[in-house]
Structures are given as C-alpha cells and as structure tokens.
T-cell receptor, first 113, second 113 residues
C-alpha cells in the first residue's frame, strides 16, 4: 500500500523566517498531493495542492514543490506569522489505492515572536 | 449548508455501548470518507464511499466498526460494544469524486469511559 513519511515532526521558527516541511511517498503512481493545516481543536483545512503534472505551485506565502523522480514533495511557507502556527499534514493519492488519501504523520509548526 | 456537517460534536458513553456518528457531506459530492484521529496523532483512514460503488472498508480496525451511506448522501459510522481505545475524534470528509480535494467536517469527539 501507499506510505507517506513526513519530516520534521516539530518545527520552531522565528516570525518572518521561512519554514519547510518535507514528505516522501512510496508509490510512483501517486498523482495528487494536498497539504492540510489543522489548528488546535479544529478541522483540517486544505491550504494548497499539486498534481503530478506540475513541479511547483504558489499561493501568496505558500508554495509546494514536487519531485516525481525522487518521490518527494515539500511545503514552503515564507515570512511566517504567528497565525501560521498549527499542525500541517501532507497527503498522497494514487488511483491504485481506491482513490483514498494517505496522510503523513503531521508537523507541529510553532512561529515564535 | 455549505460545508461538511457532523453530529454530534461530542459524545461521551460507557464502555460496551453502541454509538452512531453522522456525516452530512457537501451537496453534490459523490465521495465520502471517514477518518479517525487520536490525540496528537495523524489521520487514520477508516472507510470510503464513492457513488453507488461498493465502499472501501480496508481501514476499519475491527468488525465492531461499520458504516453506511444512504441515498448517496448522509453517512453514519457505527461502533458497537465500544472500547476505551475507540476514544478519538472521528472526522468525515467529502469530495466531488475520488482524487479531488477533500473537505473536512469539524469531527465528533468520542470519549469512552
């Protein structure tokens, strides 16, 4: 089955710095990679996603890069702000797995003033 | 409503009792997913419904867990003879179809005494 590894499990940065979270996946047939942000006690919210025919996607301070050859993808947050503090989950989808997402174990991001 | 709705938001019950959790997906979404999230942990896939196809039950942890989706819309997750290890937040998500962005509900926090 699909396996998604996510690193680091915790990340602490100073306000204004950049944060990078990395994920690797096991199945080369994976074709869709969303990222979710979950604030304490709240629902996971989709913040950005990328499909396998694209190498990079940006949305304001957030960007995702995908390296299909190496089977890894990363979330980049620039100019971090305290409200970016949350748990971030990556996920991978592959059609061979019945269309479900496999999630990484999450990264607790803390942006310090 | 505009989003995925789950009820109840909180459920406290005694060990051995049965519980039913409800999910109302976004109107028009053919795919519906159930996940379980234990405290401080990632998202564990439970079951996936896609239209009228047979559900993917590969994530259900035991035969005490079952789910149904009536009329292609509302879904109920049933846990029979609850155990303390069933305590978790149960999240429902829906998407237009498999492989599309998933939108989560607020979850049901289940506590087994």
């Amino acid at each position: 089955g699909e396996n998604v590894e996510q690193h680091p499990s915790t990340l602490s940065v100073q306000e204004g710095d950049s944060a990078v979270i990395k994920c690797t996946y096991s199945d080369s047939a994976s074709n869709y990679f969303p990222w979710y942000k979950q604030e304490l006690g709240k629902r996971p919210q989709l913040i950005i996603d990328i499909r396998s025919n694209v190498g990079e996607k940006k949305d304001q301070r957030i960007a995702v890069t995908l390296n299909k050859t190496a089977k890894h993808f990363s979330l980049h947050i620039t100019e971090t702000q305290p409200e970016d503090s949350a748990v971030y989950f990556c996920a991978a989808h592959f059609t061979g797995g019945g269309n479900k997402l496999t999630f990484g174990t999450g990264t607790q991001l803390k942006v310090e003033l | 409503g505009a989003g995925v709705s789950q009820s109840p938001s909180n459920k406290v019950t005694e060990k051995g009792k049965d519980v039913e959790l409800r999910c109302d997906p976004i109107s028009g979404h053919t795919a519906l997913y159930w996940y379980r999230q234990s405290l401080g942990q990632g998202l564990e896939f439970l079951i996936y419904f896609q239209g009228n196809s047979a559900p993917d039950k590969s994530g259900l942890p035991s035969d005490r867990f079952s789910a149904e989706r009536t009329g292609g819309s509302v879904s109920t997750l049933t846990i029979q003879r609850t155990q303390q290890e069933d305590s978790a937040v149960y999240l429902c998500a829906s998407s237009l179809r498999g492989g599309q962005p998933q939108h989560f509900g607020d979850g049901t926090r289940l506590s087994i005494l």
